[in-house]
């Protein structure tokens, strides 16, 4: 097996709370990767750093062998990384399509000036946009909300709007901040059977912060602990949750 | 479930999506063409003053209504597009080229102007670009080896093809034809990556970051490009005034032009043009307004700013998107009349329903 992404020793501080405290984790190519943990553990930093949103105070992020912590964060995506937000960050004023084919950015291939054009090249280049972008609509079921304002749509479908946005960025890893927050038993259902597809049928590492402990043990290989910023434990789903340390975690909080 | 509608992308990218489009604007291109025959040398005229309007409209709504930079200083762009025009005719440049470089100069202000104000939004960064049309206004009155300061600028005349164009209907076309292209560029922008890019800016920083868009990289492209287009209708402005002053181009000119986009519709170019109209037809309206009203209230120099600014705040609360918003809004009431509420409930039961299947 190979090594999808590695962290070292990654940490960072806000004005004295550490947040993420000395995290060193690896994830397989093929796998998905779950952090579980109580709020303020640090979860949603470690995404942050990994997209480079936030620069780590020490540590290293290396992804496919490659050192990427000093990337700047709009290269994160064309480097094969594409990541959806807990509370969700989608471009509101926007179709759903537009959203997905923003999914395609970081692939662009044309300049301003043939943009202006919309010489051949610009218009192929959208062609093929458009027919990865309609893959992901069919993939997720979004045709009935393809040309809808996403601002108007419902907040489960969003959800899968966003996800269809990071899919469209044909990412080799993928990032989950709580998919299934805020979404119902039978959405949720279908989120599962999606993100084992994402793996299975596209290839995709997933990477997943996620508090629903039954999608956890559902979908994941392996899942790592956090707590106060530090890893309690890693391992599998049974063994993670039976951990004196992180059960001591839950109640605790 | 599949759907048809996913076989022709080829049908997707095209400007005109379907046939009844193209059928209403070939409608409104044979009007438009044809309207100097039978209007009035002073309505062909305003309607070229429309054009110019429209031309910055869209300029400022690159940046203001689809990146969602709002600039109070654009007066600026088009003072330097004006007067960049005015000087390079003085010197001898040759008409269409005058114009572009009197666009590439404002755009290339824009492109610096963009810099410096990157880490600024919202409130702060209409204040910057407020303060810059300041230093501008001052500029144009203190620089009179190229400007001529308050003694003034007299534009010289265009001339094309060995004639002198001094007639209203030679200034309509040149400007119509200017609007069409500078519309078709930015539509061509907006179905490609770069338009695209403005629009994630102007809803997520931070989504359009994750998705590989350079803020930096972005945002100056949009404040060059819009300032370019902007200084472009300057250049035509020029024409249109015949003689140029530096206190032509104030916060009043600044706010009618932000006033156009937020009436028009912001987000979209249907929205500039309508806002040119707008605002084009705003001052008749506001002098037969001054007739009506008691002598007191009418003769206080302050009343378009007042007027303009009350505008801009009702539309702001009632009609956030703007005439264009209420256009489609009509638009959808009517055609989907006795189903609307039905069809839209429809659809939220069947996406909750729909299991894997
Ligand atoms: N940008 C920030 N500025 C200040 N504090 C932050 C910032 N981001 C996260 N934190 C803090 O870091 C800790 C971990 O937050 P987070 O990673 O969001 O937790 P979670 O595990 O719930 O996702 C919290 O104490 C939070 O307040
Ligand atoms: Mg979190």
Redesign the interface.
């Known amino acids: 097996m190979t090594t999808m992404i590695e962290v070292e020793g990654l940490s960072v501080a806000f004005g004295g709370v550490r947040a993420v405290d000395q995290v060193s984790f690896g994830v397989e190519k093929g796998e998905i990767f779950s952090i579980i943990g109580p709020n303020g553990a640090g979860k949603t930093t470690v995404f942050n750093l990994i997209?480079r949103?936030y620069d780590a105070t020490a540590g290293r992020i290396v992804f496919e062998g490659r050192d990427i912590s000093r990337l700047?964060?709009?290269?994160?995506?064309?480097a094969g990384i594409?990541?959806t937000?807990q509370n969700i960050?989608?471009?509101?004023?926007?179709s759903v399509l537009?959203n997905l084919?923003?999914?395609?950015?970081?692939h662009?291939r044309?300049s301003?000036f043939s943009?202006?054009?919309?010489l051949p090249k610009?218009?192929r280049?959208?062609?093929e946009n458009?027919?990865i972008v309609?893959d992901v609509?069919?993939f997720l079921?979004l045709?009935?909300?393809r040309d809808a304002r996403v601002a108007g749509l419902?907040y489960?479908?969003r959800k899968v709007v966003e996800l269809g946005?990071a899919l469209a960025?044909t990412p080799r890893l993928l990032l989950l901040d709580e998919p299934s927050s805020g979404l119902?038993p039978?959405e949720t259902?279908?989120l599962s059977?999606w993100i084992r597809d994402i793996r299975d049928d596209l290839g995709i590492t997933v990477m997943m912060v996620e508090h629903d402990m039954g999608l956890v043990g559902r979908v994941s290989d392996r899942v790592l602990a956090l707590n106060e910023g530090k890893v309690l434990a890693v391992g599998t789903p049974s063994a993670v949750q039976s951990n004196p340390a992180v059960v001591e975690a839950y109640l605790g909080s | 479930m599949r759907f048809l509608f996913k076989t022709n992308y080829e049908q997707d990218v095209r400007l005109f999506q379907h046939g009844g489009q193209v059928f209403w604007y070939a409608v409104l291109a044979v009007l438009v063409l044809v309207a100097p025959l039978v209007l009035s040398d002073y309505l062909v005229g305003e309607a070229a003053f429309v054009f110019i309007l429209a031309i910055a409209g869209v300029g400022l709504m690159l940046l203001t209504g689809y990146t969602g930079l709002v600039s109070l200083g654009h007066a600026a762009f088009l003072g330097i597009g004006a007067y960049g025009e005015a000087y390079l005719l003085s010197k001898g440049v040759p008409f269409p080229i005058s114009m572009l470089l009197a666009a590439l100069i404002a755009g290339a202000t824009g492109f610096l102007i963009g810099l410096p104000t990157l880490r600024l939004s919202g409130v702060y960064l209409a204040i910057a670009t407020f303060g810059f049309a300041l230093i501008v206004s001052e500029i144009l009155a203190k620089w009179e080896s190229v400007t001529r300061g308050f003694n003034g600028f007299r534009v010289p005349r265009i001339v094309m093809f060995g004639e002198t164009l001094r007639q209203d209907w030679h200034l309509y076309y040149i400007s119509l034809a200017v609007l069409v292209v500078v519309i078709l560029g930015v539509l061509n922008l907006l179905r490609s990556p770069t338009g695209r890019a403005f629009i994630a800016i102007r809803d997520s920083e931070v989504a359009a970051q994750s998705l590989g868009v350079n803020l930096t990289v972005y945002k100056t492209l949009a404040f060059a490009l819009s300032a370019a287009i902007t200084g472009l209708a300057g250049a035509l402005y020029a024409h249109k005034l015949n003689f140029l002053s530096p206190d032509g181009f104030n916060i009043i000119l600044s706010i009618q032009l932000l006033l156009m986009i937020v009436v028009g519709g912001l987000g979209s170019l249907h929205g500039a043009v309508f806002g040119a109209l707008f605002v084009g037809a705003l001052p008749s309206v506001i002098g037969i307004l001054r007739g009506e009203l008691p002598r007191v209230i009418a003769e206080q120099p302050g009343l378009e700013p007042l007027i303009f600014g009350l505008i801009l705040v009702l539309t702001i609360i009632f009609e956030p998107y703007g005439i264009y918003g209420r256009w489609l809004k009509l638009k959808l009431y009517f055609q989907l009349f006795p189903l609307y509420r039905r069809a839209t409930f429809r659809r939220t039961k069947a996406f909750l329903k729909s299991g894997r299947r």
């Open positions: 997209s949103l700047s964060a709009d290269r994160i995506a064309a594409a990541r937000f960050e989608l471009f509101e004023n926007a537009k084919l923003l999914g395609r950015h970081a662009r044309t301003v943009e202006l054009l919309f610009v218009r280049q959208e062609i458009r027919s309609e609509i069919d079921d045709a009935h909300h419902p489960g479908v946005r960025a119902n039978e259902e279908d059977f």
